[in-house]
């Protein structure tokens, strides 16, 4: 009996084995037919080896890149329980000439998703051909070292390989391509939906010829837009088959500018596009699509505001009711009869902002599995991995809770639908995920609201929504005016303000200055500090208990597990204190001071309470360097007291793009530098400084009062954006600002 | 995070934890012990009560015939002795195509086996610079649960090929009360255990006999603090005590005697076994190499022009996999491929060097990070190879892989290293040379006078040395595009305050001699004007300001060079004006290093000379009080002003 057994095994591997060599085979032979398609294309963009002469100079030059992305389907159309699968395919193709040893090392060592349908050739100045063999790659361990240039638009996978392409130098053409395809099976749905795709298509070489070419079976619909300069789909109906085969072409574009403040989809010629099925032509679905064979290349107010409703109603309401009745329970409980909607808002707001933060600790428990302290720790102390300011709820279920809060309160609101600024305007939105939801509740006083971060205020607005419009919209009536634009408000520079107070003292060898910093942080200008300043059971256990979020351990009723959880915490907490007061002296350390000593932080305020907005903390330390001996004089370095600038350099001053920035803010400092006893300060009058433009303002004064050195200094970034003409207004209040730093005064004997 | 996935994660995670095992409660006794060792080792979380090692060989059959492979027990016992809560316990195993790692376990007190505890995983340990390697690493991690927590683990490590057991490191990152390290030496097997570094240790050796008639050699280490990983120190075998083992021969089955490495002979012979079997075809090369040599009429300028060429077209694109590790890549397949490693790439300079009619040689050796030379032979001495060029008498050493350096220059790395030249069936020991920290010369002098506030002035730096095929090497590899900006960034120390024009450079392509930039400078913001003082900070480059090493770093520093920058500023003292105060001067000469700092009046200018050098490189831990006091020294002078009142 044993024997068989051995034999049956030994069969069924030998012919696993030869199945597998020839599954192999096959794969080879169609790869090397795709090969054979696409290098023996008769595109002539793909035999040009010439560069024009302006572009000599170039590191390389993409003489042409083409994207073919293929949208088809497989199986019957018979009823909907038919077995239907659908698919994409996307070959990107780029014929790159190499003109400097630094474009060679770019690309002799190649990397490229572990698929056998893709391929290199190498042409040499002499027109000489050499197709890579890629038996030679090997697997790429860290995936974090692959150069962007090698990912896909489209797909994503973790497996890549890489090879050492041989005898390439200044001169060659590296012609390369690679073919990935991925798999829906949808046997039971009417209507499906593509990924988004939004991509800019500038490269970091300036390219002479981009081409798209979308090839589309003809039970699917497109939606697509061209923004900043890109291509317009020509010609709109050619026909192959049971296909439509749509193209673009985009001739001598620029190669991409490394710059400060820039939202590349505003800015560089951009595609979004998203592709759907329909199972029958017209029937019901949720999408704003046009016809059958024809790219829709914009939607209306109307089309939006209908898909847009669509997509909300479908939206899964299981979270919605399941939190929705705590929420609306919560706030009876809290506020009883209230009618005032900015009381009830700020009640539901907090309680689902404290939602945000309370099952980080239930859901990173099982990260190690068998080391549940070890997650809750890390839970606890990496800010990064898991600290609130990285957990926001989806905008979807907060306008969902919010709405269903309202409706039981009996608050007259209207959904509010806006495209996030770094995507676009609201009038070029083409896909169906493009908007991020909200609400707009009525009344005398009308106000947004947006999902929360964990430590947002219901006044501050999410960054990514001002100044955007938003269609307006009351999903469930049917009468009436459908909808309304209404733009966002752009929160002040005097919004998001930080205030700092600092004391500064010398020692008698007037060698280190001793800091009292008192910080106080409003509006978006808290964000960074959610991190670096508040530890998350500080008052995550308040707000739990506060708002009955106590989460289902799922430990629960093993008490050494439990235990195990709790000293967990204890010992997280222990190094998140000690943590806080690291980071803070790394901050200042970046900030341009050199930390003697760190002696102690404390926070006044968390800034998570309407009554108390600000983040408030203060903190003292002594700093090395700041004061230098100059014969008989000292030298202080004054200007360095604020903490080091934004500097403007040369090769930033030409300005490719427009500014984008994410907020309005402000830094106000607020100094006093005791003057040691004998000495007098001269050389102040340069503290003073005045830049104040349209963009922003860079202002400082410097007086003496008594024994004190008052100084005062005040920058403002007054706009969120600015055309790029307007950047040399900006610079005049930057450069001012590092000025400012490099002012030293002097200490003289009185 | 949805909430989708949180819920599905309560689901998941059940029955896993059903299943992990418990580790029992720490003793009172461990956690005494814990808190005793704490005050040994204060700042260490865990120390190592035990680590016992042991090694046995034997005689094994492959394919090939017959081969000694070595076996390794090891088992590390851990105690936690540190922290309210918990720390992961990590560390890995190296291991390669010519070894295995396997039997990993894990055992609480009295030995007993923790079964689905801990994590243990293989990855690829991708070295910086290697394209890819057979080096893997075993990893294993398991919790600690607070100060008492014993937790011992034990793995097997098989060597295939004994040719690559090489030694034997004590250290661990976290401190051990004793590491013992036994050796049972089969009859059969010829083998010399060598404690190096050991003085200042309590390193015992003992001998014994098994029972079989083997020789059992012991190490008993007691007492190792923590190996701490340091930035710039030197190579472990320099400092770190450890067992090199020189094997001689072994005796197999049928009573036939195999050498090993008895000599150093035989080493070579191993190696030119490796060089023989390179199928070398010169007439591939030899078109592109007599090309190269045409128009040359001495005998340097053609040496230059294929060594050049080398350096220029071929890059350095490592696989270090099995035996490609040892074995040179034949000139033909380099040359097409245009890439290989440090052995394709002295070889294939060789061999167009033979072509163009000269004496050049294979050469073996290791890089300064290696403290071995060849008194006791191993594959552990050499990591490098390099071509050695036999002229007039005179060795040259020719290396390929360091872009740009001029002929007859060696790279600081493989400066006086013991190296091993091909001389046919024999061989030949040398020594590279060694150059003085003048070598890598940096010079600046700028003439300054006050414009406007700023000073404004002509200058021109010089490099030599390694900072020459630096930035020689640095701008052939930017993108043209942004090449001009470059070089301004590296003259103006991307710094906004000093602007720069007119730049002039010497030949880049010409790696000969120094480079040199002459430009026209503008530094803003180093005056401070009162009323009847100007204030003036003439250095701006301020070199080693910050360079203190602090009281707990345990290793000599180690630079990449020697280093030596001579600084000579002049500024003209504005009509009007005269000097009322010179920062003082620093004069601190050691034979390791020196800064000399000083200000002058000469007529009308004052003159600023500094003189930095790092004289050999390195600076070791006996130095760094003097040298902490040293650049507070300097500190203090690059802080101090240069004082004009208005007369």
């Not at chain 1, 500018?257 to 949720?286: A, C, M």
């Not at chain 1, 997280?572 to 050199?594: H, P, T, Y």
Request: contains cysteine; aromatic residues 12%.
């Amino acid at each position: 009996m044993k024997k068989c057994a051995f034999l049956f095994v030994a069969l069924l591997i030998s012919f696993s084995a030869i199945a597998q060599s020839r599954s192999e085979q096959k794969a080879d032979a169609e790869a090397k037919k795709i090969r054979d398609e696409v290098f023996g294309s008769s595109d002539k963009d793909f035999a040009v080896t010439a560069v024009p002469e302006n572009l000599k100079k170039e590191s390389a030059v993409i003489i042409c890149q083409k994207l073919t992305q293929v949208f088809d389907k497989e199986g019957a159309d018979i009823g909907i329980s038919s077995n239907k699968s659908l698919s994409t395919t996307e070959t990107i193709r780029k014929r790159i000439k190499l003109q400097d040893k630094s474009a060679v090392e770019t690309f002799s060592e190649f990397y490229f998703k572990n698929t056998k349908d893709i391929g290199i050739l190498i042409e040499k100045p002499d027109g000489r051909k050499t197709e890579i063999n890629l038996k030679e790659a090997v697997e790429v361990s860290d995936n974090t070292l692959i150069p962007s240039i090698y990912r896909s638009y489209y797909a994503f996978s973790f497996k890549y390989k890489k090879i050492a392409i041989p005898d390439l130098q200044p001169g060659d053409i590296i012609d390369y391509f690679y073919r990935v395809t991925e798999t829906y099976y949808i046997p039971t749905v009417t209507q499906f939906a593509f990924n988004d795709v939004i991509v800019s298509l500038a490269n970091s070489y300036p390219t002479l010829k981009q081409k798209i070419e979308f090839k589309v079976e003809k039970q699917f619909y497109i939606n697509i837009k061209s923004l900043n300069g890109a291509p317009t789909l020509t010609p709109e109906n050619q026909k192959e088959g049971n296909y439509s085969i749509y193209t673009m072409v985009l001739e001598n574009q620029d190669k991409q500018h490394d710059e400060r403040w820039v939202y590349p989809y505003r800015s560089t010629p951009t595609i979004k596009y998203q592709v759907f099925f329909l199972r029958s032509e017209g029937s019901k679905t949720n999408y704003a699509v046009g016809e059958r064979g024809k790219p829709k290349t914009s939607i209306t107010p109307d089309e939006a505001v209908e898909q847009i409703t669509n997509i909300y109603e479908d939206a899964s309401s299981y979270i919605v009711s399941a939190y929705g009745y705590t929420v609306s329970k919560y706030v009876t409980e809290q506020l009883g009869k209230e009618t005032d909607p900015a009381k009830i808002a700020y009640a539901a707001y907090s309680y689902l902002r404290a939602l945000i933060s309370a099952p980080v600790l239930v859901e990173t428990y099982p990260g190690y599995l068998d080391q549940p302290y070890e997650t809750v720790k890390e839970a606890l102390t990496n800010a990064d991995l898991y600290g609130p300011n990285n957990e926001t709820i989806s905008d979807e279920i907060f306008t969902k809770m919010m709405a269903s809060v309202f409706k039981k309160k009996k608050i007259e609101f209207r959904v509010a639908f806006a495209v996030p600024r770094h995507i676009g305007n609201l009038e070029d939105a083409i896909l169906a995920n493009e908007f991020m939801w909200g609400i707009h509740v009525e009344g005398p006083k009308p106000f947004f609201l947006f999902a929360p971060s964990s430590g947002t205020l219901p006044g501050e607005l999410d960054a990514r929504m001002q100044g955007v419009d938003a269609y307006l919209i009351n999903p469930k009536s049917k009468t009436g005016k459908k909808y309304e634009i209404k733009k966002v408000p752009v929160s002040t520079h005097e919004n998001n303000a930080t205030v700092e107070k600092l004391a500064v003292t010398f020692d008698e060898g007037m060698e280190l200055a001793t800091f009292n910093r008192n910080v106080t942080v409003k509006g978006l200008n808290k964000d960074p500090y959610y991190n670096s300043t508040i530890i998350v059971n500080d008052y995550l256990d308040s707000e739990i208990a506060k708002y009955d979020l106590k989460p289902r351990y799922i430990y629960k009723g093993k008490k050494d597990k439990m235990a195990i959880i709790d000293a967990g915490v204890k010992s997280a907490r222990e190094e998140a204190v000690k943590n806080r007061k690291d980071s803070q002296k790394a901050e200042l350390e970046d900030n341009g001071f050199e930390i003697g000593t760190y002696d102690s932080f404390d926070l006044v305020s968390d800034g998570r309470e309407k009554a108390k907005p600000e983040i408030k903390f203060t903190e003292k330390f002594t700093v090395k360097n700041l004061i230098k001996k100059a014969g008989p004089t000292y030298i202080l370095d004054a200007g360095k007291i604020i903490g080091e600038q934004l500097e403007v350099k040369e090769d930033e001053l030409k300005r490719h793009y427009d500014i984008y920035m994410g907020n309005t803010r402000s830094f106000n400092y607020e100094i006093a530098v005791t003057i040691p006893e004998g000495y007098k300060v001269e050389g102040i009058d340069k503290l003073n400084k005045d830049v104040d433009n349209a963009t922003g303002f860079f202002k400082s004064t410097a007086k003496v009062e008594g024994n004190q050195l008052i100084i005062t200094a005040s920058k403002a970034y007054k706009t969120i954006y600015e055309k790029k003409e307007n950047w040399p207004e900006m610079v005049k209040f930057l450069d001012e600002a590092y000025k400012f730093t490099q002012v030293k005064v002097v200490l003289k004997k009185a | 995070m949805t909430y989708k996935s949180m819920i599905w994660c309560f689901i998941a995670l059940l029955p896993f934890i059903a299943n992990s095992q418990v580790r029992p409660k720490a003793t009172p006794e461990d956690v005494q012990l814990a808190k005793d060792l704490l005050k040994k080792y204060p700042t260490d979380d865990v120390a190592s009560l035990k680590k016992t090692t042991s090694f046995t060989f034997a005689l094994e059959k492959n394919k090939s015939g017959e081969y000694v492979s070595v076996r390794q027990k090891e088992k590390d016992e851990i105690l936690q002795i540190k922290g309210s809560g918990y720390v992961t316990y990590g560390n890995s195993i190296g291991f390669d195509s010519t070894s295995s790692v396997s039997g990993v376990k894990f055992f609480a007190r009295k030995d007993r086996e923790l079964k689905t505890f801990g994590s243990i995983k293989s990855a690829s340990y991708e070295e910086n610079g290697i394209f890819h390697s057979d080096a893997k690493i075993f990893q294993v991690a398991f919790p600690m649960d607070g100060p008492g927590c014993y937790t011992a683990f034990e793995f097997e490590k098989k060597y295939n090929e004994i040719k690559y057991f090489t030694s034997y490191y004590f250290h661990e990152y976290y401190p051990a009360e004793l590491v013992s390290v036994s050796y049972e030496i089969p009859k059969w097997l010829d083998i010399d255990l060598i404690l190096k570094n050991g003085e200042g240790y309590d390193i015992k050796r003992t001998e014994t006999k098994s029972k079989e008639g083997n020789t059992i050699i012991t190490f008993n280490a007691s007492k190792l603090k923590a190996n701490k990983q340091e930035s710039n120190a030197p190579g472990a075998s320099y400092y770190l005590p450890h067992i090199f083992v020189h094997l001689k021969s072994y005796t197999d089955k049928a009573g036939k005697k195999h050498d090993l490495f008895p000599t150093t002979a035989n080493l070579y012979a191993w190696y030119r076994s490796l060089t023989k079997a390179i199928d070398n075809d010169p007439s591939k090369i030899r078109a592109t190499t007599e090309g190269l040599i045409k128009d040359k009429k001495t005998n340097e300028e053609k040496i230059e022009s294929i060594f050049y060429w080398v350096q220029d077209n071929i890059r350095y694109i490592a696989f270090e996999n099995g035996i490609a590790g040892f074995k040179p890549d034949a000139c033909q397949r380099v040359y097409s491929k245009k890439f290989g490693d440090c052995k394709g790439m002295a070889n294939l300079l060789k061999e167009m060097l033979v072509i163009a009619g000269f004496d050049a040689r294979l050469t073996w050796l290791g890089t300064r990070s290696i403290a071995y030379d060849y008194t006791i032979p191993s594959v552990a001495i050499d990591n490098h190879m390099i071509c050695t060029l036999m002229m007039d008498g005179k060795k040259y050493f020719l290396d390929t892989t360091e872009k740009f350096i001029s002929f007859g220059d060696v790279a600081h790395r493989i400066q006086n290293r013991p190296v091993m030249i091909e001389d046919g069936d024999n061989f030949q020991l040398a020594t590279t040379p060694e150059f003085p920290k003048e070598r890598n010369k940096r010079e600046t002098t700028i003439k300054f006078e006050i414009k406007n506030d700023k000073l404004v002035g002509k200058a021109r730096e010089s490099y030599d040395g390694e900072g020459k095929t630096y930035i020689l090497h640095a701008y052939s590899m930017i993108r043209s595009d942004v090449k001009e900006d470059a070089i301004k960034k590296l003259i103006n120390r991307d710094n906004k305050n000093i602007s720069v024009s007119n730049i002039k450079t010497t030949d880049f392509e010409d790696r000969r001699g120094t480079i040199s930039f002459d430009y026209d400078i503008a530094v803003d913001n180093q005056l401070t004007d009162l009323e009847k003082e100007k204030y003036i900070t003439i250095d701006f480059d301020q070199e080693f300001k910050n360079f203190t090493f602090d009281s707990t770093r345990t290793k000599d520093y180690e630079y990449d060079h020697n280093y030596y920058s001579v600084k000579k500023i002049e500024l003209t003292i504005p009509a009007g004006f005269k000097v009322t105060h010179l920062p003082e001067a620093v004069e601190k000469v050691t034979p390791n290093y020196s800064f000399k700092l000083q200000y002058k009046v000469e007529g009308n200018k004052v003159v600023y000379s500094k003189i930095l050098s790092i004289d050999k490189a390195i600076i070791p831990k006996a130095d760094f009080t003097e040298w902490n006091e040293a650049i507070k020294k300097v500190r203090k002078a690059y802080g101090d002003q240069l004082i004009l009142t208005k007369i």
